[in-house]
């Protein structure tokens, strides 16, 4: 069980570091947040996951409430750091703005 937990807990760790090479390697602040904003929260998962056993109930539940958080505040976050981004016209470089669009009354989709 123990060499179980800690292989999955490695894994956590792993994608931890791919998304931090992602926020280096990325140029956009979109490509960097959805590096960071889509794999910490696995990351957390893989590694709370691994630890519970070791931890046993107790820590279980300090995992559960802190990997609850995040999950729950991280897409929300990320949302308005990018709409932050957006607003600052930082982006002038990227090919498509849909966001611009949309502002303006308009659809992707068209005009209904």
Do not use: C, N
């Not at 947040?33 to 107790?58: C, E, H, T, Y």
């Not at 929300?76 to 930082?90: C, F, G, K, M, P």
Request: no cysteine; aromatic share 6%; charged share 15%.
């Amino acid at each position: 069980m123990r060499v179980a937990a800690e292989l999955v807990m490695v894994a956590g760790a792993v994608i931890a570091v791919l998304a931090g090479i992602g926020l280096i390697r990325f140029s956009t602040p979109f490509a960097r947040i959805q590096a960071a904003g889509k794999a910490s929260p696995v990351a957390l998962l893989l590694m709370s996951v691994g630890a519970a056993p070791l931890l046993g109930w107790r820590g279980f539940g300090y995992l559960a409430i802190a990997a609850g958080a995040m999950i729950v505040t991280l897409p929300i976050v990320a949302h308005l750091l990018l709409r932050a981004v957006h607003r600052t016209d930082s982006i002038d470089h990227l090919a498509m703005d849909d966001l611009a669009a949309d502002e303006e009354g308009e659809t992707h989709l068209g005009s209904f």
